[in-house]
C-alpha cells in the first residue's frame, strides 16, 4: 500500500535579484514548476529569496546581531525536502548560492551524539536555470557541498534549463515546459518524495556512541 504521509519542502531562490525587483525570476519559475510537479506525491513547499535577507558572510550557523541565516536554517532543517535554485553566472552557480552553502559548512561542527550532522534524513534537489553552459558543473558543486553536510541526493535529482548561449531568452519566458524538461521535473519531484518518505519513516542510524 502506498504510503501518503505529508512531506514539507522548503526552497531556496539564489537569484540576485531580491523579489521587489520589476523583473520576474526564471530561478522562481522553476522552483514552482518542481513543487507543482511534487504535489501529486504529497509534498507541499514554500521559497524564500535568500536576496531579501541579510545572511552574513561567514561559516558558522549564527554570525551575530542582524544576521538573517539562523531563521532560514531552521526552515531548511524543518523540511522534509531541500530545493536550492541558483541561475547561472559565468558558468557557476551564483555569489548567494555559495553563501547558502558556505554557511551549512557549520553543519560539520554540529553532529550529534552518534555523529549526525543536522541535515541527515534529508533529502535535496538543485534547480538550476540560465543562458549559458554551466549547468551539469552547478549541480556538480552544489550536490558535492549538499553531500558534505549530510543531505541525501535521490536518483535523477538535478534539475535544469539552460537558453540558447549569447541569446535573450529566459526560462520565465518559456510558455509551455519543454517535454524533456518536465520528464526531468516529474522523476526528480517523484523520486525526492519517494526517499524522502523512507528517510523520514527510518533514518540513518548513526555510528553507536560517535565512534
Not at 95 to 104: D, G, N
Not at 192 to 200: I, W
Request: hydrophobic share 40%.
Amino acid at each position: 500500500m502506498p504510503d501518503d504521509t505529508p512531506l514539507k519542502a522548503f526552497a531556496l531562490n539564489c537569484s540576485l535579484r531580491p523579489s521587489s525587483s520589476d523583473r520576474p525570476s526564471s530561478t522562481d519559475k522553476m522552483i514552482a514548476d518542481l513543487l507543482a510537479a511534487m504535489a501529486p506525491h504529497g509534498v507541499t513547499g514554500t521559497t524564500e529569496r535568500v536576496a531579501d535577507f541579510d545572511v552574513k558572510p561567514g561559516v558558522l550557523s549564527d554570525m551575530g546581531e542582524g544576521d538573517a541565516w539562523p531563521a532560514l536554517r531552521k526552515r531548511v532543517l524543518e523540511a522534509d525536502i531541500f530545493i536550492l535554485g541558483t541561475p547561472i553566472w559565468l558558468g557557476h552557480p551564483s555569489s548567494l548560492a555559495r553563501r547558502v552553502l558556505e554557511r551549512m559548512d557549520a553543519f560539520l561542527s554540529e553532529m550529534d551524539d552518534q555523529s549526525r550532522m543536522p541535515p541527515t534524513g534529508k533529502v535535496a534537489l538543485v534547480a538550476v536555470v540560465g543562458n549559458e553552459d554551466g549547468a551539469h558543473a552547478s549541480h556538480a558543486t552544489c550536490f558535492q557541498a549538499l553531500n558534505d553536510v549530510g543531505f541525501t541526493i535521490p536518483a535523477n535529482s538535478g534539475v535544469y534549463w539552460v537558453g540558447e548561449a549569447m541569446q535573450g531568452k529566459d526560462y520565465v519566458d518559456v510558455e509551455t515546459i519543454p517535454e524533456p524538461l518536465e520528464l526531468m521535473l516529474s522523476t526528480a519531484a517523484s523520486n525526492a518524495a519517494h526517499l524522502a518518505r523512507l528517510l523520514k519513516a527510518q533514518s540513518y542510524p548513526g555510528l553507536p556512541d560517535g565512534d
